[in-house]
């Protein structure tokens, strides 16, 4: 049944009517194949699980969740995967490819990409031991990327309160949207590079310092090797999708500034974190709910878009 949702323009992208049980018909086998090979890519690398999870996260938030930044740059075309917050940042291209592949094989120009990635971060979550719940679909792929919205859209590591309130707002995302989504950060890992101001005890210029001397500690250790070097975001459970994020910060211990600035302010924010740390099917519950919300978001404008044959390129 579709979800009657009011076309209304928020920051570039505009909420989307989607269905449930879209491909029953025309291509039953597309969740079972994407969870196939979504579950082989996370059995030999668990890392695998974050990064497709970020992937859907990085898509929506510029232009809508249209399959933009799975795009390779071309002569006409410049893509997003140079962008700041992608470059050297972004992982899981070649499983989405083999997902494409695979039903491309067995329902030709039936499956969009950006479906693709929406299915593959429900997957991943559920693999890491969280939610599940049913994804809406019916999107289309974008035709064209930007470059400049990768790099002005998207929340940084270093993001202050505000910020981070004012880049989902921009894109149609309430406050507690904005804190589930953030636990995500419960799995997957970040380079040294991107908190580099933790390593002094420092947070961002405009909150208050709020950091466990001994976490401090651990990170200067590891950071040692290189500005490369991979820190888990969740020390206790880092493969487990769970509300250990959440007890993290209440404890000084958000490894990026924008992670610790959610609990650095009195205020509502604090106190959702505070009842995600104690209540995980809360946070589980809240984290469907905004994954869906975030799911729903697509291109502004009349472009209808495409079901791309080949992830990187638009059809010819």
Not at 35 to 41: E, G, H, I, T, Y
Not at 49 to 67: E, I, P, Q, T
Not at 219 to 227: E, F, K, T, Y
Request: proline residues 5%; hydrophobic residues 40%; negative net charge.
């Amino acid at each position: 049944m579709p979800n009657a949702l009011t076309k209304a323009c928020l920051g570039g992208t505009t909420t989307v009517s989607l269905q449930l049980n879209v491909y029953d018909s025309s291509c039953p086998q597309a969740q079972d194949i994407v969870f196939s090979l979504v579950q082989q890519a996370v059995s030999v690398d668990p890392r695998m699980a974050a990064s497709l999870l970020r992937l859907h996260f990085h898509d929506c938030f510029v232009l809508g969740c249209d399959a933009s930044v799975l795009l390779d740059d071309t002569p006409n075309l410049i893509g997003e995967k140079t962008a700041a917050p992608n470059l050297n940042s972004l992982r899981g291209f070649d499983v989405i490819d083999s997902i494409k592949s695979e039903l491309e094989s067995a329902c030709p120009a039936t499956v969009s990409c950006a479906d693709i990635l929406a299915i593959a971060a429900r997957d991943s979550v559920v693999l890491s031991g969280g939610p599940t719940w049913e994804v809406e679909m019916g999107r289309k792929d974008g035709l064209t990327a930007s470059l400049s919205g990768s790099n002005s859209n998207i929340p940084g590591p270093n993001s202050t309160l505000e910020n981070l309130l004012n880049k989902f707002n921009n894109v149609g995302l309430s406050p507690k949207d904005m804190v589930a989504l953030s636990g995500a950060h419960t799995i997957g890992k970040a380079r040294c590079a991107t908190f580099t101001g933790r390593l002094t005890g420092g947070n961002n210029p405009d909150e208050p310092p709020m950091m466990d001397n001994e976490f401090i500690q651990s990170l200067q250790q590891l950071c040692s090797g290189g500005s490369s070097t991979l820190a888990t975001l969740d020390r206790t459970t880092p493969a487990t999708f769970d509300n250990q994020y959440y007890a993290n910060l209440l404890s000084g211990q958000g490894l990026l500034p924008s992670d610790q600035a959610l609990f650095n302010q009195d205020g509502d924010i604090a106190l959702l974190v505070e009842s995600y740390a104690m209540d995980p099917f809360l946070f589980f519950d809240d984290f469907k709910t905004a994954m869906v919300n975030m799911g729903r978001l697509g291109p502004a404008g009349e472009n209808s878009g495409e079901v791309r044959r080949n992830c990187r390129f638009v059809n010819q």
